[in-house]
Nanobody, 123 residues
């Protein structure tokens, strides 16, 4: 069982940056693929980024490619999402998720979820 807690959300102006963190409990963190998803009001939860178990491969939604960077520190049981050049359309609740050994871009590929952290980008 893995418990995930996100932090680092907040209010930022367009063009600004935020770094989200996700702290994971448990000794098996390195066995999980990790992902970030987001959900805006009235919209479905959507894939943002994912990283494989070792951190050697990363995957991004087209909408954030070149602006967001996912990383992980297996020694600290942490995964991060660095978000640069933020846009108002990035406003959403951001969720950290842990999945099986196969990197997935859909919510069904993830087993454990955090409660989310709000990111609001003003224009």
């Amino acid at each position: 069982q893995v418990q995930l807690v996100e932090s680092g959300g907040g209010l930022v102006q367009a063009g600004g940056s935020l770094r989200l963190s996700c702290a994971a409990s448990g000794r098996t963190f390195s066995s999980y693929v990790m992902g970030w998803f987001r959900q805006a009001p009235g919209k479905e939860r959507e894939f943002v980024a994912a990283i494989n178990r070792s951190g050697s491969s990363t995957y991004y939604a087209d909408s954030v490619k070149g602006r967001f960077t996912i990383s992980r520190d297996n020694a600290k049981n942490m995964v991060y999402l660095q978000m640069n050049s933020l846009k108002p359309e990035d406003t959403a609740v951001y969720y950290c998720a842990a999945g099986s050994t196969i990197v997935a871009v859909t919510t069904t590929g993830y087993i454990h979820w955090g409660r989310g952290t709000q990111v609001t980008v003003s224009s």
